[in-house]
């Protein structure tokens, strides 16, 4: 029999004053819930294993709490500063799942739409890493599987039979009535830098290509310069889904005749406005899927003409790549950016594009983010040798193939002029060997 629907607060005293919790990354969390949970006061030692937060509570300040982060966001570089229990757990997105099956939750919960007719409750904004993980431990006695669900929150698909996004009101132990929708993210306005890496970019994508983009400014600029141009019939095979992904589809660009699950854009997660949210609806042209399945470079490489486009903080000479750190720092994540740049990897029809402005502003000072080598304390995120193609505003430099040398002076020609001849002369002591003067 399915549970009776209770209230935020009467799910939230279920948990004990010990205990783990399990939590989807960003719009798959349960707003009500965790708001629910940060009025409580009593926590002793509450482990928390999550993603990207999306969601306003005051659970992770609560002296007792630890929350172990996958993806720092605004709000968990927020929480750091402020001094709270917070990690670091560095791993690839796809590597959520297995890392939630190695150390289960006793309390696993989600957001998701209200069920329909049969009793399915889509899980709305997000498939990720954690679908498994909520089935287990619906199946466990000795475990929680707690469910909000609100109009607010999209009812979208997955692949059925294989992947049906969807969680059944006889799998749930919990059912919160919830009012409060996902956290609409503005979208970032682009600046004349972000219209020319675009521009730049623009060359490497063929009508008919497969694509995956992320978010930012960058990203919206391309989408949106691909919406508006002549030329079509794009895939879309994207860990997130944007607000850029809805404007290829209602512009007609979108055909996703891509070789592998043929007729749908495919993706893990959607972040964006309020207005992509509504346009999901009950939208059978997208269907949301597992990590597992849509970040894995095997995948990746059999759609026709995968082009990935991802960002970058920093990128050195030999095209080592610094992207979710600074100053060693953490700043972000790993997310799906190493698997995107390693799927297209093994085919020349396929391309991986790296974007970011030549420069930026620290402390007043105008610094080069393409560098002649990283300090010491630097975190490289993708190596040398899976690097295939870096634009910033001033062009495109195709690394791939390339030797030491080569690679050096063709990042140098797309970094800011003050810095091409620091970095020329850096890329002629790597081709001979010499290590960097510090």
């Known amino acids: 029999m399915p549970p009776t629907p209770v209230t935020p607060a009467d799910a939230a005293a279920l948990l004990q004053t010990r205990d783990t919790l399990g939590i989807p990354l960003g719009p798959g969390q349960p707003p009500s819930l965790l708001a629910a949970l ?5 926590w002793e030692d509450l482990r928390v294993a999550g993603a990207l937060l999306a969601v306003g509570t005051e659970l992770f300040s609560r002296p007792g709490v630890h929350y172990l982060s996958g993806f720092f966001g605004p709000f968990e570089r927020a929480l750091r500063d402020q001094g709270a229990n917070i990690s670091f757990a560095p791993a690839d997105f796809r590597r959520f799942a297995p ?42 006695p000795d475990r929680l599987l707690v469910v909000e669900t609100s109009d607010r929150f999209p009812r979208t698909f997955g692949a059925p039979p294989e992947h ?27 600046g004349d830098v972000d219209e020319a890496i675009a521009a730049h970019a623009r060359r490497f994508i063929a009508d008919g290509a497969t694509l995956q983009t992320g978010i930012g400014s960058i990203p919206s600029a391309i989408a949106t310069r691909l919406a508006q141009d002549e030329g079509g019939g ?13 404007r290829l589809h209602e512009a007609g660009k979108v055909t996703n005749r891509k070789g592998h699950l043929d007729g749908v854009s495919v993706t893990t997660f959607a972040f964006g406005s309020q207005e992509l949210y509504d346009w999901l609806h009950e939208n059978r042209d997208v269907a949301f899927l597992p990590v597992e399945h849509v970040n894995a470079p095997e995948v ?45 990897g093994t085919s020349l029809a396929q391309r991986a594009l790296l974007c970011l402005p030549s420069t930026t502003t620290v402390g007043g000072e105008v610094r080069s ?8 304390g630097a975190v ?14 001033h062009g495109a430099a195709e690394l791939e193939g390339l030797t030491v040398h080569q690679r050096g002076l063709a990042l140098a020609e797309i970094a800011a002029p003050a810095f091409r001849d620091e970095l020329r002369e850096a890329a ?8 960097p003067v510090i």
């Open 38 to 42: 940060g009025q409580r006061t009593d």
């Open 99 to 140: 890392l939630l099956e190695k150390s289960p939750p006793r309390v696993m919960v989600t957001a998701a739409s209200p069920p329909d007719a049969d009793g399915w409750c889509s899980l709305s904004l997000h498939a990720g890493g954690t679908i498994a993980a909520l089935r287990a431990a619906g199946a466990d």
């Open 164 to 190: 049906r996004h969807a969680l059944h009101v006889d799998e749930i132990d919990v059912l919160v009535a919830g009012e409060l929708g996902p956290i609409a993210l503005p979208e970032a306005p682009a």
């Open 234 to 246: 794009y895939g879309l095979h994207t860990e997130m889904f944007t607000d850029g992904c809805m």
């Open 300 to 344: 990746i490489a059999r759609n026709a003409g995968m082009v990935t486009i991802n960002g970058a903080l920093a990128v050195d000479i030999h095209g080592q790549v610094v992207a979710d750190t600074i100053d060693g720092g953490q700043f972000s994540g790993i997310g799906g950016a190493e698997d995107f740049i390693a799927g297209p």
């Open 369 to 376: 983010r393409i560098v002649p080598w990283f300090g010491p």
């Open 380 to 393: 490289i995120t993708t190596p040398r040798h899976q690097v295939d193609v870096v634009i910033t505003e």
């Open 428 to 435: 002629d002591r790597a081709s001979k060997g010499r290590s």
